[in-house]
């Protein structure tokens, strides 16, 4: 599997999105996304990978390099976290989603005491 591919396949999954819905959101046909995802592993052209980029909330490098384009992009609140999701990453799914749950009912118990 291609970088290009591993990375398009982790966002599109961090996201919680499956490949029809992801399809849907970026505008794009599911057929031209299989092959972006499948055996063939193509590489998009660049108007198609603008608009998966902008879906996922990456830049276009990232998705291609694997290296962030920093302007405009403000991943500081986000590096509290990094170790956490690398724990989060080796739990089976199913702990992982019972996780998930327990953040969303705190976090939505915070947003209604403000």
Not at 32 to 56: E, H, I, R
């Amino acid at each position: 599997m291609s970088s290009f591919t591993k990375r398009l396949h982790s966002e599109i999954e961090y996201l919680g999105l499956n490949r029809k819905g992801f399809a849907a959101k970026a505008g794009i046909k599911l057929r031209a996304l299989d092959t972006y995802l499948g055996p063939q592993q193509s590489m998009p052209p660049a108007d198609t990978a603008v608009k998966m980029a902008a879906v996922l909330g990456v830049s276009v490098e990232y998705l291609v390099t694997g290296k962030e384009y920093q302007q405009n992009t403000d991943i500081s609140k986000y590096l509290q976290f990094k170790d956490l999701l690398d724990d989060l990453s080796v739990l089976p799914e199913e702990t992982v989603s019972i996780l998930k749950s327990v953040i969303r009912a705190f976090a939505e118990n915070e947003q209604k005491k403000r």
